[in-house]
């Protein structure tokens, strides 16, 4: 998709009629879609491996513009944790 994440989220929307819409990606496709007000819930999935780089998730989003209620954290015997968060709007 070239058009931008609005126009991406509204073909998936589309497509998908009355069936929820997942997108994966990484920190910037999670920015994109929670500045844009197009996140409904946030899965966030914590994995101990240390690559030395990378985007901040919630960086250049704006202090306070985003609100999320905690829903559950699920910590997996190989490490990985499971956050999600409802985005409140």
């Known amino acids: 998709m070239t058009d931008g994440i609005e126009s991406a989220i509204g073909q998936a929307t589309a497509a998908a009629g009355d069936k929820d819409v997942t997108v ?9 879609c929670l500045k844009a007000g197009l996140a409904d819930e946030l899965h966030i999935d914590i994995m101990p491996v240390l690559f030395g780089g990378g985007l901040r998730l919630f960086e250049d989003i704006g202090a306070g513009q985003i609100q999320m209620e905690r829903l559950g954290v699920v910590e997996l015997p190989s490490g990985r944790t499971h956050l999600k968060f409802r985005v409140i709007k």
């Open 24 to 32: 994966i990606g990484a920190a910037s496709t999670a920015q994109q």
